[in-house]
């Protein structure tokens, strides 16, 4: 089994915001495949689908986004799944909206969820989806990111998150360096 991890906050409040675009990503994948989420015993939602034979765990830490490694780690633990079947998908500042990086390892760039999650499964080596959502003008990013999408930008990030479901999806009969090869 795979875990593809969409990163982002609980609540209503931040539903459509930038830093929410990994659980936009992970709710495409659910609305696909018609799979509702349940809430775990991890602090986290969860929902499995099955592509191409390949079964996936989707996953929403419940935890908000700087301690999203406590949701990720016990449920690898839980599921016996290894790092390398783990993918995580992510707002990334340093790409224009609607751009997607896949990447194999890398630092936290910044980035306190990832952070998280570094600490929590020990490596800087998992597989990552990068879903761009740019840098604010101003240079106030907590509230940039807690933000909602403006219209400008709304058909940019409804591809990417498209774009990345369908990364997420070739994934289950590929290896991540041919998904890389594919979508980079």
Known sequence: MKMIVGLGNPGKKYDRTRHNVGFMVVDELSFRYQTPWKKSKFN??????VVNGEKMLLVKPLTFMNLSGECVRPLMDYYDIPVEDVLIVYDDLDLPTG???????????????MKSLIQHLKTQEFNRIRVGVDRPVNGDIINYVLGDFPKSEQADIIEAIQKSADAVEAWSNKSFTEVMNQFN
Not at 44 to 49: P, V
Not at 99 to 113: D, E, F, M, P, Y
């Open 99 to 113: 751009k997607i990086r896949l990447r194999q390892k890398g630092s936290a760039g910044g980035h306190n969820g």
């Open 44 to 49: 986290g939602m969860t929902s499995s689908i």
